[in-house]
């Protein structure tokens, strides 16, 4: 049976990724995301390069794996030509492709954004659609984007927007033969399969936690969970 650093090697990201790593820590110096987040890429290279399985398993099921934006400036900077930031791909999508993912709480995130921006892409062809931004869960828009919720018709009109409609504008309906296209892409590179595993996990976590979970939607319990869930141990203090 393939170990799960053998498994990472399959992975095109992880090759170009990982080289050899002389723990220099330059890529933690230059990450944003290690100046807010209890975080260091260059820890999780090291971790990866041991080739230890308990490690990597260790790794897969943290929450460091999520703390990464892929913004990519450790690709500039590492004297080795290392990147971090593939190196997490590569594991966020085993961790993904083999359930640890639901062991942590920023991992278990995964789903909301399934459930969101994921969707919202099969569906319309975009990341995000206002009518889907329910101000329940978004407090921090305040009262505006309330009022802008209720009236989305009108306030698209008079920004110029063709909302949902077909013809050429902002947020125009997506045509038929775009959304074949796009539904291909993910079938193609497995994108879908990888969404069937987040469901899949998830559910099962979501019976281990008994929390309330339904197979459409984000109106149910493991969802609001995994959408505002913080256990305040991710950031710096
Ligand atoms: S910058 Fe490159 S060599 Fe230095 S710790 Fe990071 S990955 Fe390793
Ligand atoms: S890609 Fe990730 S690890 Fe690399 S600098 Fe950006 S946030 Fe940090």
Redesign the pocket.
């Known amino acids: 049976m393939k170990g799960l650093f053998d498994k990472l090697m399959e992975d095109v990201r992880f090759e170009e990724g990982l080289k050899a790593c002389m723990n220099c820590g330059v ?1 933690t110096a ?5 100046e807010f987040y209890n975080y260091d ?1 260059r820890q999780i290279v090291t971790r990866v390069h041991s080739r230890d399985e308990e490690t990597i398993l260790d790794l897969l099921k943290s929450e460091t794996i999520w703390y ?8 500039t900077r590492c004297p080795r030509g290392n990147v ?2 593939l190196i ?1 791909m590569a594991l966020r999508k085993l961790s993904q492709e083999e359930g640890h993912f639901t062991e942590s709480e920023k991992g278990r995130q995964q789903f909301a954004i399934k459930r969101t921006v994921g969707e919202n892409i099969l569906q319309y062809g975009y990341c995000v659609i206002p009518e889907n931004i329910n101000p329940d869960l978004h407090r921090e828009q305040g009262p505006v984007w309330e009022w802008i919720f209720k009236n989305i018709g009108d306030v698209m009109d008079r920004l110029g927007a063709n909302y949902k409609k077909e013809g050429a504008g902002a947020l125009r309906k997506i045509s038929d033969e775009s959304m074949k296209e796009l539904h291909s892409i993910f079938e193609v590179t497995g994108g879908k399969q990888l969404f069937n595993k987040i469901e899949e996990f998830s559910l099962q976590k979501a019976r281990e936690l008994n929390w309330e979970y339904k197979e459409k939607g984000i109106d149910n319990d493991y969802f609001r969970h995994t959408y505002t869930d913080n256990n305040g141990t991710h950031t710096k203090t």
Do not use: D, Y
Not at 30 to 34: D, E, G, H, L, V
Not at 68 to 75: D, T, V, Y
């Open positions: 890529c230059i990450c944003p995301a290690a890429p990464c934006g892929q913004c990519m400036s450790c690709k971090p930031g997490i």
